[in-house]
């Protein structure tokens, strides 16, 4: 499907097991279910969502090195990944103003390629074995469900809000300067690595997981409250530290 308005009004419409791409649309999904979606939608034209829209095969996000707009129309729109979410492309961006819902299947990630759309949790998700997903931006929202995250990494490049209590990361990197707003806690159970940049967490949030490593090159780290952690703590690199900081009070991590 090219360049479009797509307007469902009323009747039964079946989507067998079709695939269609949504190429900088304005949608009015209804309470149309569709099969396999992808959008394709540049800066320059976004998709526009009128209504909400539920997908109940694969949901596909991204393309090559483009960035991919998915807006609402000025009020909260929900697009609802029944069956999983697969980022597509090399190094492609996919951001805007309408929230996605995973609540199925498995999320994987490809590449660099970044979601920045609002992302909310809800189901039993997996998170692909033995890869990274690249989250940035937006807020992570988990509400319900068991989220399996077994050899997963989540890789954060910007400033984002995470409220994941409930969920159980694998590893997480944060590998460029962020503010990371803790709206609850955050827990891991491999490697919390940040790699590079000066990161601030704020936040009502506390940190605990197993291993920590922070080898920013003379970076500066802004604790928001006292980690964690029983594994490993490794602090700086061998030709260059960093700095631990607080936001206010004494803070500790904790081995």
């Not at 009323?10 to 309470?31: P, Q």
């Not at 469900?145 to 910007?158: A, K, L, Q």
Request: glycine share 12%; proline share 0%.
């Amino acid at each position: 499907t090219g360049i479009l308005t797509f307007t469902y009004t009323s009747g039964v419409v079946t989507v067998g097991s079709s695939t269609i791409i949504f190429n900088s649309s304005t949608i009015t999904s209804g309470t149309v279910g569709w099969n396999n979606v992808w959008f394709l939608s540049g800066n320059t034209v976004p998709s526009t969502l009128k209504t909400d829209m539920a997908v109940n095969g694969l949901h596909t996000l991204g393309y090559t090195t483009a960035g991919m707009y998915i807006n609402n129309d000025g009020t909260a729109k929900t697009i609802t990944a029944n069956s999983g979410i697969t980022m597509s492309g090399s190094t492609s961006v996919v951001l805007g103003t309408a929230n996605i819902k995973a609540t199925g299947g498995t999320i994987t990630g490809v590449s660099t390629v970044q979601l920045r759309n609002n992302l909310e949790i809800a189901g039993n998700v997996t998170f692909a074995n033995g890869v990274s997903f690249y989250y940035n931006t937006g807020t992570l929202l988990y509400t319900s469900g068991t989220v399996t995250t077994t050899n997963s990494t989540i890789v954060i490049s910007g400033s984002t809000t995470l409220n994941t209590n409930g969920i159980t990361w694998n590893s997480i990197t944060i590998n460029s300067t962020s503010t990371i707003t803790l709206s609850s806690n955050l827990a891991w159970s491999g490697t919390f690595s940040i790699t590079a940049g000066n990161t601030t967490f704020a936040g009502a949030g506390i940190m605990s997981g197993a291993s920590l490593t922070i080898t920013t090159s003379s970076g500066i780290v802004t604790l928001n409250a006292d980690i964690t952690c029983t594994g490993l703590v490794t602090l700086g690199t061998a030709s260059s530290g960093c700095t631990l900081s607080s936001s206010g009070g004494t803070r500790t991590v904790i081995t």
